[in-house]
């Protein structure tokens, strides 16, 4: 299950991002999660997934 608090989870994706996954749709997938949920949460304080970088920034 995901953090709930956008900031704890800011900084779960990232990692997961940095160190086991290319991309945020592959993260998506391999953990069954919904790719809009995700971004709403994080947009939500002002971040926004970038792909060149394969962060949330």
């Known amino acids: 299950m995901l953090p709930n608090d956008p900031v704890i989870l800011l900084s779960y ?3 997961q991002l ?3 996954y290319d991309s945020f749709e592959e993260l ?3 953990l ?3 790719s809009g949920e995700i971004s709403t ?3 939500g304080i002002g971040y926004e997934y970038h792909p060149e ?3 949330f920034r």
Do not use: E, G, H
Request: aromatic fraction near 6%.
């Open 13 to 15: 994706i990232n990692t």
């Open 18 to 20: 940095r160190d086991y």
């Open 28 to 30: 998506c997938k391999s």
């Open 32 to 34: 069954c999660v919904d």
């Open 41 to 43: 949460k994080l947009s």
């Open 53 to 55: 970088t394969n962060q």
